[in-house]
């Protein structure tokens, strides 16, 4: 993946778990690094940790904090990332949230709050990039889920979300073809990060919740972040996966593929 040294990536959600593994990656293959987040914290931590050198260089990480539900955000981080670095030659759309319902005690705004961070910020900030990605023949990859290929009770709108992304996955990768721009996602199963004590569950929800899973992927864990943005990095290389669009990567260990049990 030597072919990343200086392209620009801008990555959404880089402030932890997958997002932040994939901005620490990238950053060590070489790439040049726009970081958006909601948490100035977490993403400045990151911003620090994928760069050692001059604060004033301008191959330090650009660092966004922006809402993404906020149409003006994402029109701002767009600007900002064209403004320093000139270019974009690739998007990874990885913010997302999580909450916990089923179709009996989801809210309309539960509804409405994940819809706007996965799907309507993720297709905002595509339209937005795709002239700029044109430009430089470069590539999208979409942070999805299984979740997006299979059921699972009590998460009813994050089903929902994640199988629209990978509907906009494949829309966009057919239509962007003859343009030379990629369209890929990454489909992870369950993966530790922070997204679950997010979405309200207690640290012995979680706990029971992260080892009932090592069960119900036939590898017999859970994954790790690093793990997932391994993979985002390859659908990135235009060396690697050069020959690739509209497909989804799975990344959960044999969930997929595994019978309900």
């Known amino acids: 993946m030597n072919n990343l040294i200086g392209k620009t990536a801008l990555i959404t959600g880089a402030g932890s778990g997958i997002g ?24 400045q931590r990151v911003g620090n940790e994928c760069f050692v050198g001059p604060a004033d260089t301008e191959d330090r990480p650009l660092t966004v904090v922006a809402e993404l539900s906020r149409e003006a955000d994402v029109t701002n981080l767009v600007d900002a990332t064209v ?28 509804f409405d709050s994940v819809m706007a961070v996965n799907v309507r910020a993720a297709f905002q900030l595509t339209t937005l990039c795709v002239p700029h990605l044109i ?6 990859v979409n942070v999805s889920s ?19 992304v990978n509907q906009m996955t494949a829309c966009a990768a057919l239509e962007l073809a003859s343009k030379g721009v990629r369209v890929n996602s990454v489909n992870p199963g369950v993966i ?17 919740f992260l080892e009932h899973h090592k069960e119900t992927h036939p ?3 859970v994954g790790d972040a690093e793990e997932v943005a391994q993979a985002i990095a390859f659908l990135a290389s235009s060396n690697s996966a050069s020959f690739i669009t509209g497909e989804h990567l799975h990344v959960d260990g044999g969930y997929r593929v595994a019978c309900p049990h």
């Open 192 to 208: 530790v990060t922070e997204a679950f004590s997010r979405a309200g569950m207690t640290d012995e929800e979680r706990t029971k």
């Open 146 to 164: 299984v979740l997006g290929t299979r059921v699972f009770p009590g998460l009813v709108v994050y089903c929902m979300s994640k199988s629209a």
């Open 20 to 43: 932040a593994a994939t901005s620490m990656l990238f950053a060590r293959h070489g790439a040049k690094l726009s970081l958006v987040d909601r948490d100035e914290v977490n993403l």
């Open 219 to 221: 590898l017999g864990r």
């Open 83 to 110: 403004k320093r670095f000139g270019q974009l030659d690739i998007l990874v759309n990885n913010a997302g949230i999580l909450r916990i319902g089923s179709i009996e005690t989801t809210s309309l705004e539960q």
């Open 135 to 140: 430009a430089t023949r470069g590539n999208i």
